[in-house]
């Protein structure tokens, strides 16, 4: 990137006396990242300059080459030939720059009855639009991935814990299946933050609007807005909908962090839950026996790094007043970064999860091991008219008879059972099978494998055709 500049050719330079020093010059310029929206913002400009000539502020022929000149730095920038100068501070004036140097007067035409306030705002919210799309389909990708293996895994039985212990059976398609409601909230979401993201604050200027007789509408319906910002303060000074999709972002990583936990803790020789494939993991430099599930323990990291840029991006918002400050340039890097591991980590799970081999026998086993029927014959016991508490006192004492003779509650005989209740009878054993305890659990959200049937193929439906 070149700084070689004459001071003269800065856009604002009119005013001042002296150059910037060039530290100063690296502090306040953007364009070592913000040239990330430069495809924005030619596209934003396109639609000015339409407008502009549209109420006769603009020449047929000075748009004709704003067109041209554009087409080219499009594809200057497309190829990697640009040349980006920090002397030139930001995308918006490096573009309209090479714009001039091409085109001339019209290249100067352009920025009439605009500001780069209102022109970087623009470019965000498209920037931003484009990227939630693309978050949609990746998330889109994870839940589909979540059904396709929730769909085989029905009838696999797995332990379902609280506190960590084992605590009732259930379908480890059940299981999964919570991670897609929560994806599917977490795309409700997105969809929800679009539109508030999807209005136009071309045309507020510097701050106070234009002196020009604009057309804001056929800007944002060029653009494919769904309206404009209505105050242009407001259009030009606030960054909530970015810290609303931070925050979206912020969620999406958090259950996407849930899920890795438990994707670390199946991985363990413990548990042995599931295998992840080989190419989401990596081995140890000195223990030959590893394999270290790095996608998800990174994954599980990363989510620190985008609560970061929720907390920096409320932080920049919280003690500027109205309208625009330069501090917003700083709201650029952690909405990139913001976006860019969220779609990473997307990618990766989709395509992990649906490499992921499920253990049925070692769900199984595990399931087996920690009393996790013992409400199932509580129950029982209620349907043959003992109240709940009684029957939960009754069952505790049958567990810890199992306990000492280490065994499990349906290794104990009729009569051992009997001794504990009366109308203990001979069915009392299909209550105690990990099956019996699933199936009777048949209602909507219940882990019965038809009703865990009937929920992979509403979240399936539920999924956005993008
Ligand atoms: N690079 C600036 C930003 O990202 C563009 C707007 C600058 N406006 C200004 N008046 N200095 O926010």
Redo the contacts with the bound molecule.
Sequence with gaps: MSNALNQKDKAWSGRFSEPVSELVQRYTA?VTF?QRLALFDIQGSLAHAGMLASVGLLSAKDLADIQKGMAQIQQEIESGQFQWSIAL??V?LNIEKRLTDLIGDAGKRLHTARS??DQ?ATDIRLWLRATIDEIRKALAQVRLALINQAEQHTQTIMPGFTHLQVAQPISFGHHLLAYAAMFARDDERLVDARKRVNRLPLGAAALAGSSFPIDREMVAKTLGFEGVCENSLDAVSDRDFAIEFTHTASLIMMHISRLSEELILWMTSRYGFVVLPDRFCTGSSIMPQKKNPDVPELARGKTGRVYGHLMGLLTLMKGQPLA?N?D??ED?EPLFDTADTVLDTLRAFAEMIEGMQPQPKAMRQAALEGYATATDLADYLVKKGLPFRDAHEAVAHAVRAAVEKKCGLEDLSLEDLKAFSPLVEADVHQVLTLEGSLNARNHLGGTAPEQVKAQAQKARAALPKL
Excluded: A, C, F, G
């Design positions: 953007s913000d501070e930001d918006h780069r306030n970087v625009y330069k917003n340039q650029k």
